[in-house]
């Protein structure tokens, strides 16, 4: 099946910085990769996702990046701001017959020092 | 409704003692995932649904975990004989097809069950 890694798992940035969350994949047939945000007790929230047949995707201060051959995927979130504080989750999605399964990753906690 | 809606929000049971965690998607959602998240760890997948058809329940970690959708909408998962290691965040996510070109899982609020 389909197993996501993610590091950091912690990471520290000044206000203002840029933060880069890597994420590894092992089932090519994998496709589609979402990421979330989520705050303390709170839902994760999708923030941005992007399809196997991009290779980048941006929207405004965020970006993902895809390289289907090594299979990695990363978050890159540039001029970080306190509010940016959460944890961080990437994910695959495998499609099969009838249906598809999401697998996400353990998290990187995200801490923006203002 | 606007979201998907979990309940109950926060469960204590004692250990031993069966419950059960309900979850109403968004309307209209075909596809219904139920995942546990432990404390500081990602959501891990337990079982899928495809309206009332439960395709895959792979990820669900004992015989005592049970889980339907009877009507293909609303869903229920049941725990018999709660152990202390299923204190968990429930995670109910919902998506509006099975389709083939990626789709967007929306999540509740959970249900935080703590067995002591």
């Known amino acids: 099946g389909e197993n996501v890694e993610q590091h950091p798992s912690t990471l520290s940035v000044q206000e203002g910085d840029s933060a880069v969350i890597k994420c590894t994949y092992s089932?090519?047939?994998?496709?589609?990769f979402p990421w979330y945000k989520q705050e303390l007790g709170k839902r994760p929230q999708l923030i941005i996702d992007i399809r196997s047949n991009v290779g980048e995707k941006k929207d405004q201060r965020i970006a993902v990046t895809l390289n289907k051959t090594a299979k990695h995927f990363s978050l890159h979130i540039t001029e970080t701001q306190p509010e940016d504080s959460a944890v961080y989750f990437c994910a695959a999605t495998l499609f099969y017959t009838g249906g598809f399964k999401t697998i996400f990753g353990a998290g990187t906690r995200l801490f923006v020092k203002a | 409704g606007a979201g998907v809606s979990q309940s109950p929000r926060y469960k204590v049971a004692k250990r031993g003692q069966d419950v059960a965690l309900r979850c109403d998607p968004i309307?209209?959602?075909?596809?219904l995932f139920w995942y546990q998240q432990a404390l500081g760890q990602g959501p891990e997948f337990l079982t899928y649904f495809q309206n009332e058809a439960q395709l895959d329940k792979s990820g669900l970690p004992s015989d005592r975990f049970f889980a339907e959708r009877p009507e293909g909408s609303v869903s229920t998962l049941k725990i018999q004989r709660t152990q202390q290691e299923d204190s968990a965040v429930y995670l109910c996510?919902?998506?509006?097809?099975?389709?083939?070109?990626?789709?967007?899982?929306?999540f509740g609020e959970g249900s935080w069950l703590t067995v002591v």
């Open positions: 309307s209209g959602h075909v596809s």
């Open positions: 996510a919902s998506s509006p097809s099975p389709g083939r070109s990626g789709n967007t899982i929306y």
């Open positions: 089932d090519s047939a994998s496709n589609y």
